[in-house]
């Protein structure tokens, strides 16, 4: 239990990372498959967590008001280390998730990037640019400032 703690823990700063990212292939729990290329000119956020994780579930209100707030934004979630799927459905029903679920595995994970600890995030210009990355929990202010710096960039 302690580990699972320590691993929710990381930076709370964003750190840039300018880099064309190669496109990913996702499949969400509705089997839908999400890639990079589908969101050119959105703003995408790539966010890793647990149901069992405190940061994660601390900041699901500010992923889905974010999510909610920005037609320009997408916000897609990828759990790890679940129970099962049917724990995953009945947690994001419960927990009100208004954006896509994927079913996370390290392979999975690979075709985004390291995830040492979570919550982890990753954030992609309307570009496909890989723009920056945060290990540990966001809000959606911070997010929304992030995104600002670089339109002014």
Same mark, same amino acid.
């Given at each position: 239990?302690?580990?699972?703690?320590? %691993?929710?823990?990381?930076l +709370?700063?964003? %750190?840039?990372?300018?880099?064309m990212a190669?496109? @990913?292939s996702l499949?969400?729990?509705?089997?839908?498959?999400?890639s990079?290329?589908?969101?050119r000119?959105?703003w995408?956020?790539v966010? @890793?967590? *647990?149901?069992?994780c405190p940061s994660?579930?601390?900041?699901l209100?500010?992923?889905?008001?974010?999510?909610?707030a920005?037609?320009d934004?997408?916000?897609i979630?990828?759990v790890?280390?679940?129970?099962?799927?049917?724990?995953?459905a009945e947690f994001?029903r419960?927990?009100?998730?208004n954006?896509p +679920? +994927? %079913?996370g595995?390290r392979?999975? *994970?690979a075709?985004?990037?390291?995830v040492?600890? %979570?919550?982890?995030s990753y954030?992609?210009s309307p570009t496909?640019?890989?723009v920056g990355?945060?290990?540990g929990? +966001?809000t959606?202010?911070s997010?929304?400032?992030y995104?600002?710096?670089?339109k002014g960039?």
């Amino acid at each position: 239990m302690l580990k699972r703690y320590l %691993l929710c823990f990381g930076l +709370v700063l964003w %750190l840039p990372c300018a880099a064309m990212a190669a496109d @990913f292939s996702l499949r969400d729990m509705q089997g839908k498959t999400h890639s990079l290329a589908d969101y050119r000119g959105k703003w995408v956020l790539v966010n @890793f967590w *647990a149901t069992w994780c405190p940061s994660c579930v601390s900041e699901l209100p500010e992923l889905i008001s974010l999510r909610a707030a920005h037609k320009d934004v997408e916000v897609i979630g990828i759990v790890m280390d679940y129970g099962s799927e049917k724990q995953v459905a009945e947690f994001s029903r419960a927990h009100g998730i208004n954006y896509p +679920v +994927v %079913l996370g595995s390290r392979k999975l *994970a690979a075709q985004i990037g390291d995830v040492e600890v %979570l919550p982890t995030s990753y954030l992609y210009s309307p570009t496909g640019e890989q723009v920056g990355y945060q290990a540990g929990e +966001v809000t959606r202010a911070s997010i929304e400032r992030y995104i600002a710096s670089m339109k002014g960039s």
